[in-house]
């Protein structure tokens, strides 16, 4: 039974033997990586997701989308963790900003360029595509410039202590 038309509710479909194995597959590749309960928020509200964005008429069955989307989901979960360790090695806390470097302090002095480029990414969340348009350059050139300006706060960051 593949067909989520015939599960009445979000908890019928939950409890497919179908939709069960593929939540239990894709969540096996990355309980070394993620927060148990953040994988259950993620099967979670990806199932949701999917139950209300799911087009029989395209030809795929819902489980195979579900796994496509589940993968999507724990992928963007695990760039999170990668931008918050980054963020930590660099001694910047912008949500809590309880640690003594704030954001402030850690770019206090730098080149407007380096800075510039540092609050694009860190502070407004911009990708690396909207970081190069908002400056005039590609994604990469962006990438580089916040790779260099990553390793000016290092070094600042190590001078301070």
Same mark, same amino acid.
């Given at each position: 039974? +593949?067909?989520?038309? +015939? ?47 799911? +087009? ?24 999170? =963790?990668? *931008?918050?360790?980054?963020?930590? +090695? ?12 704030? $954001? ?41 410039? $916040?790779?260099?300006?990553? *390793? =000016?706060?290092? *070094?600042?960051? *190590?001078?301070?202590?």
């Amino acid at each position: 039974m +593949d067909n989520i038309e +015939d599960c009445a509710n979000f908890d019928e479909v939950l409890n497919n033997q179908y939709v069960k194995g593929v939540l239990s597959k894709v969540s096996s590749f990355y309980k070394k990586s993620i927060d148990h309960d953040d994988i259950d928020s993620i099967c979670m509200t990806t199932l949701w997701r999917c139950i209300q964005n799911f +087009d029989k008429s395209k030809g795929a069955k819902f489980t195979t989308f579900l796994y496509n989307q589940l993968g999507f989901a724990f992928k963007n979960e695990l760039k999170n =963790i990668k *931008k918050t360790i980054s963020l930590q +090695d660099m001694s910047i806390d912008c949500a809590k900003s309880t640690t003594t470097d704030s $954001l402030g302090d850690l770019i206090g002095g730098l080149p407007d360029s380096v800075s510039k480029i540092l609050k694009q990414r860190y502070v407004y969340n911009m990708t690396m595509v909207e970081v190069g348009k908002a400056n005039g350059y590609s994604r990469e050139t962006a990438r580089r410039r $916040l790779q260099y300006a990553i *390793k =000016i706060c290092k *070094k600042k960051h *190590k001078n301070l202590s």
